[in-house]
C-alpha cells in the first residue's frame, strides 16, 4: 500500500468514527470562533442541520449571560489545558441543554482549532439544582421551626450538623461537628446518659426514638428540645446510623 492510500484509508477511517460517534463533536477556528465542521450527534443535540451549524460561531451556540465564562474556557482550551467543563448550551428551539465540554487545539487544514467533545448531561446537572434547591428549602424550614438535625455514620463516625443546629448550639459554621462521643460536652449528664441510651437502643433495634434533653450551648446557656431520631438502613436492612 503506497503513502496515497495509507492516506485515504487513515482519513476514511476518521471521518467514520467522526460521524458515528455518540458523543456531540464540534471543530472550532480558534481565531474567528466559526465551526469549521460538526457531526450528527452534535446537530441532533442542538437541532439544527449541519448546514445550518457550520459558518455559526461559539457564541451563537450559548446563552449570552454565560458567554463570559464560555469563552474564557474555550481559549483556556485552545492553550491545551484538556480540563472538561460543564456549560449550558443553546438549541435551536431556544431551551436550554448542558453539556460536559472537553477540548483540544489541533492544526486542520492549515488553521489552528479547537476540537469540542460535547456529552448531554442535562438531566444530571438538573437533578443537582434540584438537589441544591431542597436543600435550601429545609434549610428556611428548619430556620423558621428552630428544627435542627445531626447524622452519624457509624463506620466513619464523621458526624454532619445541619445549619440550624449548629444556630441553636451556637457552633462555629467552620468548624467541624465533633464525634458522637464528644457531643456529650453538649447536653446535662442527664440528658447524655438519655441520648446515648436510646441511640443504642435504635442501632440495635431500629427502632426510632423521641426523648426531651437538656442541652447547653457553646455560650453556656441551656435550652430544652425534644429530640427525635431514626436508624439509617443500608440495601440488606443492616443500621449504618
Not at 451549524?53 to 474564557?72: F, Q, R
Not at 449550558?88 to 479547537?114: F, H, M, S
Not at 431500629?206 to 441551656?222: A, C, V
Request: with cysteine.
Amino acid at each position: 500500500m503506497n503513502d496515497k492510500n495509507k492516506t485515504n484509508e487513515s482519513e476514511s477511517i476518521y471521518k467514520t468514527t467522526f460521524e458515528v460517534a455518540a458523543e456531540g463533536i464540534m471543530i472550532a477556528d480558534i481565531e474567528t470562533k466559526r465551526f469549521l465542521h460538526v457531526n450528527q450527534a452534535i446537530c441532533q443535540m442542538l437541532g439544527y442541520s449541519n448546514d445550518e451549524l457550520v459558518g455559526m460561531t461559539v457564541t451563537d451556540i450559548h446563552p449570552k449571560n454565560s458567554l463570559k465564562e464560555i469563552m474564557a474556557g474555550f481559549d483556556a482550551q485552545a492553550r491545551g489545558e484538556r480540563r472538561c467543563l460543564t456549560y449550558p448550551c443553546l438549541r435551536k428551539d431556544g431551551t436550554i441543554i448542558y453539556a460536559d465540554i472537553t477540548a483540544a487545539p489541533a492544526t486542520i487544514d492549515r488553521r489552528e482549532c479547537n476540537i469540542g467533545f460535547f456529552t448531554d448531561v442535562t438531566e444530571r446537572v438538573l437533578a443537582q439544582e434540584a438537589l441544591r434547591e431542597s436543600n435550601e428549602n429545609l434549610r428556611k424550614a428548619q430556620a423558621l421551626a428552630q428544627i435542627g438535625d445531626w447524622k452519624w455514620p457509624i463506620a466513619t463516625d464523621k458526624v454532619t450538623w445541619s445549619e440550624e443546629l449548629r444556630n441553636m448550639f451556637r457552633y462555629d459554621m467552620n468548624v467541624p461537628a465533633p464525634p458522637f462521643e464528644r457531643m456529650a460536652s453538649f447536653y446535662t449528664p442527664d440528658s447524655w446518659k438519655l441520648l446515648n441510651e436510646a441511640v443504642t437502643r435504635t442501632i440495635n433495634t431500629g427502632k426510632p426514638y423521641e426523648i426531651e434533653t437538656d442541652q447547653i450551648r457553646t455560650d453556656g446557656t441551656l435550652i430544652h428540645t425534644l429530640t427525635r431520631g431514626e436508624a439509617d438502613l443500608d440495601a440488606s436492612g443492616q443500621v449504618i446510623g
